[in-house]
């Protein structure tokens, strides 16, 4: 009931390309989802986070879509660049508790 | 930009030991959080500290565990006798007021 899935757990694709990541949850209890960003020898860095109370947000070349009926949210990375290797969570939260759940995790290559 | 920090970045110690990691959350944040990684598997929640005391904790977080907040600075996870099993990736983080969670960049520790 606390997890968080997410897939793939790996992912190769071409500068200029769109990159999906997928996470799926089961409690309806979790009220804010963000997703962290992390480069190899630092912590996750908080990318972009969504409410369930909207269905997708974008802040430049990533969006996150959220299906609230599904259960189910989704990071969209436009245009991939290399410098966008890295490994992406997904989390949830659950208002009124204190911790993050977190997804696997999915390792990105975008090859120039 | 303020950030975490923590150190050492890497501490090894024999089966039995005790450790103590140490964090630095950013200055004017009040919520402070350990988390670890055992390679390969999700980032999972340890605890939370809020107001000089425990505002929550997982089941990972036993008798083994403990934290403190010395002065008004550090953050400092101990774990009294080292396991095999402790070996992981353990990441602090701060957060002020609102969701985002601020992670450090980790202190990667061995148990052998």
């Known amino acids: 009931q606390q997890q968080v899935k997410q897939s793939p757990q790996s992912l190769i694709v071409q500068k200029g390309g769109i990159s999906i990541i997928n996470c799926a949850y089961e409690n309806t209890a979790f009220d804010y989802f963000p997703w962290y960003q992390q480069f190899p020898g630092k912590g996750p860095a908080l990318l972009i986070a969504?409410?369930?109370?909207?269905s997708e947000k974008k802040e430049g070349r990533f969006t996150i879509s959220f299906n609230k009926s599904a259960k189910q949210f989704s990071l969209h990375i436009m245009d991939s660049q290399p410098g966008d290797s890295a490994t992406y969570f997904c989390?949830?939260?659950?208002?009124?508790?204190?911790?993050?759940?977190f997804g696997k995790g999915m390792k990105l290559t975008v090859n120039p | 930009e303020p950030e975490v920090t923590q150190t050492p970045s890497h501490q090894v110690t024999q089966m039995g030991q005790e450790v103590i990691l140490r964090c630095v959350p950013i200055?004017?944040?009040?919520?402070f959080y350990w988390y670890r990684q055992i390679l390969g598997q999700k980032v999972e929640f340890l605890v939370s500290?809020?107001?000089?005391?425990?505002?929550?904790k997982s089941e990972i977080f036993d008798d083994q565990f403990s934290v403190e907040r010395p002065d008004g600075s550090n953050f400092t996870l101990k774990i009294r006798s080292t396991k095999l099993e402790d070996s992981a990736m353990y990441f602090c983080?701060?957060?002020?007021?609102?969701?985002?969670?601020?992670f450090g960049p980790g202190t990667r520790l061995t148990v052998l």
């Open positions: 500290f809020y107001n000089n005391e425990i505002s929550e």
């Open positions: 983080a701060s957060r002020r007021t609102g969701n985002e969670q601020f």
């Open positions: 200055s004017n944040h009040l919520y």
């Open positions: 989390a949830a939260y659950q208002g009124g508790s204190e911790k993050l759940v």
């Open positions: 969504i409410r369930p109370d909207v």
